[in-house]
């Protein structure tokens, strides 16, 4: 059934030219009824005979309730009674309700009372909408009552939702049982629930100016659910668009800055401690190919090369300009960048909106736009690109290539992930200082990393995102190839007071991201250590290919606080079928314990874990290894290692290739072992019974969400 | 008013003489009415006349439910009827409930029908009791319907609770708010319902053949609370008495244990490779000062020791006999120690009861009380205490004096204890393993801790308690003392049934583990990670004096993270006051953001992060210092460390000495700078924002439950 939009605007528009910001209960009802949601049957009375007729009409029981565009919170004013059981309580029921809301708001419009059918049996639940600064339009559902007031068990998705965000939202509240039946009640009616979200999704999408709607309650039966009562407020204020260049264009232009074939450094020095200088010694000491144009109004050379007073007078094509000059030279230097036509600039400067100086920032963004100049921060460290050996920043170099693309608003934490990079020796393709984000941000980046061959995963650092729906959107498609991984900071009250005062970030409701960050395949990091090893071991591990995970491990202790992990990370320990029990036996000594966690006890020697691990590999009903290592005389770290390195290399060469991680109990050789391990395909960690497990969730977590499983 | 317990042995023997394991709903509120425990008026009624009359005195609404000793279920059995309004409707649902239950179970003796005052309004909650195997008497108490059903949200105390455990546990669940009155609704009496928890739970305590009881639900109003329904069951089979020693004899007899003037090895050997060798070696060159005797039946000298056949041929004292014989020969061995009347065993032989030998485990445990020798093990790798260089334990020796005392019930979690300690340089006071657990367990340790001048900090791995309620009150004792840190292992349903298959653990309901370790001050650490970095840094931050808790960072990002991390901790940033602020602002640059965190921002130089430490080490309003370091060029990271060391020692040598730690964010020369930092009293962590708050946390949560602030 086509939604009636026509009735909606013809509703709106009259609400619009009376300046009104909410609609009544009856117009609540029709807009319910163009978009196909079921409400009870009513009818308005005027007078408390009239009450008394509609509801015989309908049936007993029925609610009344006060009609009037001036009270909202109906129960508040005494404007409602329920349950009222014959015409004679109606009557008396319309005085009581017209009286109390005269002594509640004695100038509000009082247009009579509602008669409703009174719903009842079933699940009370809460269909509503509610617009985000960054995320726009999103439709949330929880269970009536205290649950979603008290507990906040509320779940949100992006409007307009598809029918499977519909049902997924029924299964991602925490009481979601109730909807399945406890003590023998009977289970909503899941399909006809899902409609009314989706519906009330279209419908404030179909037209933003419903800032928000509440069904609440919803009563949701084994053969249907109807909202009770309709809250609809609007807000007619347009919302300017938010500036979006193509996605080609933010391709083309991404690649140009983020692989350039020449930069020019505007502040460009010679003096050591500057910051131009610094920039131009890791540009040069790193190794970079491409042409360098130091920029600088004051030099003929600058170390070695010809130095230029404009990025104008430079003859040849320049990709990107790196800005090392303060705050109040850059509007200028930039319209020069936009006059040579050059596609980006990194402006490490601070002094901008950072310190209060939003009309500074609001004018270098107003030039961008004017010139078609991409802008990085103001106010970072700067990026890496290692494929390009190309460190544009003033921080110290980074070279060790790999494959994740790292990214932060924050220089501090931009320099923990550098420190992180090189003590475990992560390679990574990139690292991106972000900062105040007056243009290129997150998902410019994620654009750019989806077709960069050099990339396999992205883990990026917010305290907001300033366009969280083009995220989301851009998130959904990107990580269905690569795993994004963000850690979202300000995420408790506290913290998003300090993010407030540390970038001017909103961070906004938290719940929102969660749900937003699930519904879009992100992998959400709970802390930077998180984000850090979840950027290192994740490209290393190859994408499994189903749910059975088993844990083969010498200490029994290990495999218990691993199953925990299991189970803390969303994994599922494989119920272990006979003959595969029996196989892992023969392996094993007689007291160690088959089954899941595979307990192959402490004593033995390394032949058990290698015909274990084999196994493991082999069985094609296995999809992916936990290994707990216990350390002895009799199989040592290094021992260990590398039988498991080669057991994982020999299946690797017949084509099984599963993902394998290892915790490591022993004493200080197991980190020599633990990087062994590392470096040949298993992330494996020392002390540590959560990580190993934390980083196959989050890989499992990703490739789920990818449908890859 | 005192209670009334010959009222209640009354009931019970007529129960016992019945042979029935549960009590009538009027024999529950007699047993109510005994202990002070507000229910409802009722009556029975044997016909329906009967009960209109009974109705009609007491006033309606009533309730009516089926008294059968054989219908446990009411409900189920369509044997309630709630909201009867009249005696002509009481009179109909008289003989509705009496057919339902005859239908429901024909062989019921129906006694009756219960006529009660139907009690409305106000908040329904559930309290009860359980038998614990580990714990024993539990009282419980949780809100009514879906919110204990579905979401589990119930909380325990080991009963009895006193008043104060009662109040505590209505702000124990997630829906605690619920109670305080939301949405314009009275807060409920709190004295009234914590009266019946405490009542309850002194019920069960003081009859203990009430294995379960359940007041569900309860009625709790502003004015009082009442017990609707009341079940209770009864199990009169004893349970036999756990063997204990008394508090002065676990002293004597660890003490004599732990640090022992002389030691057997019994088992001991020449030969490489074998464990008597690895022991003898490890007490050898550990530097062990005491007597060592070699016991080995074949050998005259061992290592250039005189062995002896028998520790009964040992012309001195021994103290404490250290097994590394086979499982077989270990209780003829375990007779000759307690014929010669040495007070402890440490078993290091496994082939016990982890490996299916229930009947061996249990001989030794006999010959153990029977001598009066206090068994450690079996199954062990032995243990070491530091402070008399002992290492009786064939691992490696470890000999980094310190105060942090640790235990594991792993022999792999052991180990990974032993590599944790020596990588971080952690120095400990013990470790030792308990295994199998058949005598000395956890509490017989605590006690001995307790009073161990070397140890300062106690952290415990278990997979269960064998007596929780032993540990508990132990742990609440010493907690008060020293920190004592546990990691649960086996916290979720598949890691217990891990633990059950590795250790035939009795992993329990982990809410009650939750909610006994906090009851009894004990700090639940996550993770083995964090019962490690745990033991490592709460020894070396002193115990704060209030929760004013501050951030001073340069690294705005880190300051945004570590906010997050102080409400994932349960610890309070203080509300900076004005001249406080003011006092920040002096040091930091205009656009910097005090308030707090205090962001001094990243390109500062030493003497702000040395002012704005000083400031807040001075100042009495603030209790701890979480510092955020952000690695610049200007202020390296060995410059920030030694400053603030130095800042902190100069308060230090002032008399000021408070908790500060550090998250260092930079390039890989943090690490050293955390190293520095942590040997000089700030715990610090690299690349972190996490595990310094948690630090600070646990010890906040140790100092909130020893009562110190």
Known sequence: MANNKTEVRRI???????????????????????????????????????????????????????????????????????????????QKGFDTIMANAKKYNAKANLLGVQVQQMLSGGQEVIVGAVTDPSFGKLVAFGLGGVLVEVLKDITFRLAPATREDALSMQDGIAAAAILKGVRGADPIDRESLARIIENVSLLVSDFPEI?????????????????????IVVDFKPVPPRYRPSHDDIVRDMNRIMKPDAVAVIGASSEDGKIGNSVMKNLINGGYKGEIYPINPSASEIMGRKAYKSVKDVPGKIDVAVFAIPAKFVPQALVEVGEKKIPGAVLIPSGFAETGNVAGQKEIVEIGHKYGVRLM????????YTWKNLCATFCTAYDVKGHAALSSQSGGIGMAIIGFSRSAKMGVSAIVGLGNKCDIDEDDLLTFFEQDDNTQIIAQHCEDLKDGRAFAEVAKRVSKKKPVVVLKAGRTAVGARAASSHTGALAGNDKIYEDVFKQSGVIRARSLRDLLEFARAIPVLPTPKGENVIIITGAGGSGVLLSDAVVDNGLTLMAMPPDLDAAFRKFIPPFGAAGNPVDITGGEPPKTYQNTIRLGLEDPRIHALILGYWHTIITPPMVFAKLASEVVEEMRAKGIDKPVVASLAGDVQVEEAAEYLFDHGIPAYPYSTEMPVAVLGAKYQWARGAGLI
Not at 211 to 231: C, I, Q, S, Y
């Open 377 to 384: 921060g103001p106010n970072i460290y700067g990026f890496y």
């Open 12 to 90: 709106l528009d009259k609400v619009k030219a009376e300046g009104r910001t909410s609609l009544t209960a009856p117009e609540g009802k029709l807009v319910c009824d163009a978009y196909g949601i079921p409400v009870p049957k009513e009818g308005v009375a005027t007078s408390a005979a009239d009450a008394a007729k509609l509801a015989t009409g309908m049936g007993f029981p029925v609610v009344l309730k006060i009609v009037s565009p001036e009270i909202l919170h109906k129960t508040e004013a005494g404007g409602v009674l329920v349950g009222v059981k014959s015409a004679d309580e109606v």
């Open 211 to 231: 800032a928000e709607m509440d069904l609440n309650p919803v009563f949701a039966t084994k053969n249907g659910a109807t909202a009770a009562d309709v809250r």
